[in-house]
């Protein structure tokens, strides 16, 4: 049986029918992972009863809308969020949706120098870390940014910062103690195992 993956969605208005939608990428990337995508609405009660009998292995929070942009979509969000950590399911966020997790969880977003040079068109940007320059092995990307706004490190919330400063760390170990470590954070073997598998093999590290 396949794991279900919660998609949360992004608003088209277009009166007299607004509608939630999921974009198409979005269902085919986690289909291939495996999963089983499902989609959460934007309006209705009873998130934590939802995903209670749900029974998500992962709730992503989209793209698409700027925060603030659509009320509704924002407040329906911080509730799937809410309902997500009380039943310990993981989140993941992506472009809007990790601009969201950040200010939820008291991060700040920067409005981005050049924005209105770069937004709703294709553009380069530097891959800065190494270890992504050989696993992607090019240095520069061409993107479509879609937010005049980005999560910088600065901005990023006190929160999200330790676990992954965390993961990378522990990941560096190639120990029994440090994958244990791993998966009192990340409940999910093969995920576990997959990180140390590329931090060692791409970093040449393993701290023992």
Request: glycine share 8%.
């Amino acid at each position: 049986m396949k794991r279900i993956c919660a998609l949360t969605c992004s608003v088209l208005d277009a009166p007299p029918y607004p509608r939630d939608f999921v974009y198409g990428n979005y269902s085919r990337f986690f289909a291939a992972l495996g999963f089983a995508p499902v989609y959460l609405p934007n309006q209705g009660a009873g998130q934590r009863a939802a995903l209670r009998a749900l029974a998500p292995a992962l709730v992503v929070f989209s793209g698409g809308n700027d925060l603030g942009q659509v009320r509704h979509r924002d407040r329906a969000e911080a509730l799937w969020l809410s309902a997500a950590l009380a039943l310990k399911v993981p989140v993941l966020g992506i472009c809007r949706g990790l601009q969201f997790l950040n200010s939820r969880f008291g991060g700040r977003l920067t409005l981005e120098a050049g924005a209105a040079e770069h937004v709703g068109r294709p553009h380069p940007a530097r891959v800065g870390d190494p270890l992504w320059r050989r696993r992607l092995s090019v240095s520069l990307l061409k993107v479509n940014s879609f937010h005049r706004h980005g999560v910088m490190l600065k901005g990023l919330a006190p929160a999200l910062r330790p676990m992954a400063d965390r993961l990378i760390t522990l990941s560096k170990r190639d120990n029994l103690h440090a994958r244990r470590q791993v998966l009192a954070l990340v409940p999910d073997t093969a995920v576990v195992r997959r990180l140390f598998d590329i931090t060692i093999t791409e970093t040449g590290i393993a701290d023992t």
